[in-house]
Nanobody, 125 residues
C-alpha cells in the first residue's frame, strides 16, 4: 500500500494551496485519513483527520478555520485545502491512513498505519 501526497509549493503569506492524497491498492476515501506536518527542527504534528463515512472531522487548533479536509469519491482523492497560510505553516506535509486518534484535542499519529511521502509547503512572509 502506498500513499502519495502532492501539491506542495511556495506560496506567499495569506495565500492558498491545496494538497492531494491518493493511494494504491485500496480505496482511500473509505478509510480514515489524516494530514500531518513536520516543520524543520520540530516534531510531527497532526493537522486534520477525517472519518468520512461517519462525518467525523477534526482539525488542529492552529489551522481551525483555515484548513479544510475534503474528499472526492470519484477520483478516490483526499484533499487538504489551506487558506490564509502563514509562515509558521511551512513544513513537509504527509497524508496517512489508519485510525483517527484525538487526545485532548490533539490529533496524534498513533493510529495511522500507512504513510505517504511528504510534500513540502513553504510560506514566505
Amino acid at each position: 500500500v502506498q500513499l502519495q501526497a502532492s501539491g506542495g509549493g511556495l506560496v506567499q503569506s495569506g495565500g492558498s494551496l491545496t494538497l492531494s492524497c491518493t493511494a494504491s491498492e485500496f480505496t482511500l476515501t473509505d478509510r480514515p485519513v489524516g494530514w500531518f506536518r513536520q516543520a524543520p527542527g520540530k516534531e510531527r504534528e497532526g493537522v486534520a483527520c477525517g472519518v468520512f463515512n461517519m462525518n467525523f472531522i477534526r482539525y488542529a487548533e492552529s489551522v481551525q478555520g483555515r484548513f479544510t479536509i475534503a474528499i472526492d469519491n470519484y477520483n478516490d482523492t483526499v484533499y487538504l485545502r489551506m487558506n490564509s497560510l502563514k509562515p509558521e505553516d511551512t513544513a513537509v506535509y504527509y497524508c496517512a491512513s489508519g485510525q483517527c486518534v484525538v487526545v485532548d484535542r490533539v490529533i496524534v499519529d498513533d493510529g495511522m498505519k500507512f504513510w505517504g511521502k511528504g510534500t513540502l509547503v513553504t510560506v514566505s512572509s
